[in-house]
């Protein structure tokens, strides 16, 4: 029977990429996403993969979230927490709410998604657990405090489940971006991206979502069994960790 996967953010971007490799291979695929009600319809429409609304960033709608997905497809066998935001700006000038909004969604997030599903996990011996965290959470960023210290909360968070569910035939693995071609990093100005951000990458180009999506698959794989607590750089040689 095909196996049950669940994206979040799987509608748009990088999650988008994902939920449709994770179909082509074969599974059955539900796409989570915060609140672009016509990108996600856009996206049902054209992938035919239903699509679930909810805020990562609270625990009850998590819960609820994924009771209705397990309802609908079956108990989740790979889950991938993928939602993401930014809220750039020198440290000095940050808020607290540009600080929670950040920290919540992106690292409070793999806390209210991977909560509720690890017990059914663990009870049939089978998971795949892939965290979309950041080239910035490897190396820190300017502008991004809020943003690097929780994509590499990301990284620390899988290694330590990765530990405690590995007798359980769980894997957990994280994936760092670098630049990848989304509305994400299409809002950077031209310049600033010519000038600054591509002669910094060795490939000369920035990565596409099928690149990121291709990895998914890979340590999705029922195979893939060995490869557990690793954090896989798909950066173009940018940074070397
Ligand atoms: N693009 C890059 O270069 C890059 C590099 C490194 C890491 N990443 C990471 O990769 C992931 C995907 O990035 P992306 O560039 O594809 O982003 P994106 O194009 O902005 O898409 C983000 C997705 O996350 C969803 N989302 C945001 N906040 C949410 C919330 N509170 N609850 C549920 N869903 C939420 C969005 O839903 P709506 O459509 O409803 O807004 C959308 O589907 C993020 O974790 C990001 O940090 C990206």
Known sequence: ??????????????GAAISKALKAAGYKVAANYGGNDAAAEKFKGETDIPVYKWDVSSFEACSEGIKKVEAEL??????????????????????????????????GSLFNMTRPIIEGMRARKFGRIINISSINGQKGQFGQVNYSAAKAGDIGFT??????TAKAGITVNVICPGYINTEMVQAVPKDVLEKSILPLIPVGRLGE?????????FLAADEAGAITGSTLSVNGGQYMA
């Open 74 to 107: 079956g108990p989740i066998d790979v889950l991938i927490n993928n939602a993401g935001i930014t809220r750039d700006t020198a440290f000095h000038k940050m808020t607290l709410e540009q600080w929670s909004a950040v920290i919540n969604t992106n690292l």
């Open 1 to 14: 029977m095909a196996r049950v996967a669940l994206v979040t953010g799987g509608t748009r971007g990088i």
């Open 209 to 217: 979502p099928e690149e990121i999506a291709r990895t998914v698959v």
């Open 159 to 164: 290694k330590a489940l990765a530990l405690e």
